[in-house]
Nanobody, 109 residues
């Protein structure tokens, strides 16, 4: 299974971005992680096969993870972005233990 992440870019503080993670096969439990320079990779949001999504405290109220099973794609809608959200964002196929290649998000102040 291949994971193709996209949608990153440069945005001003307060702006929005939508990340996409397209998989080559059906997706089940999926997540978005991020890693800023000099920091450990951290979980941002997780959407299970069934049930409710869960979020890191830093993402609650601003980010929304969703899925389109027909397109084998998971999204991360990010609103009210802050400079501290700047990082490389990775999608993860939790079910299969696979990582996507990452997409850079940079938020300017």
């Amino acid at each position: 299974v291949q994971l193709q992440a996209s949608g990153g870019g440069l945005v001003q503080a307060g702006g929005s971005l939508r990340l996409s993670c397209a998989a080559s096969r059906s997706v089940f439990s999926m997540a978005w992680y991020r890693q800023a320079p000099g920091k450990q990779r951290e979980l941002v949001a997780h959407i299970p096969t069934t049930g409710s999504a869960n979020y890191a405290d830093s993402a609650k109220g601003r980010f929304t993870i969703s899925r389109d099973n027909a397109k084998n794609t998971v999204y991360l809608q990010m609103n009210s972005l802050k400079p501290e959200d700047s990082a490389v964002y990775y999608c993860r196929d939790v079910y299969r233990g696979l990582w996507g290649q990452g997409t850079q998000v940079t938020v300017s102040s």
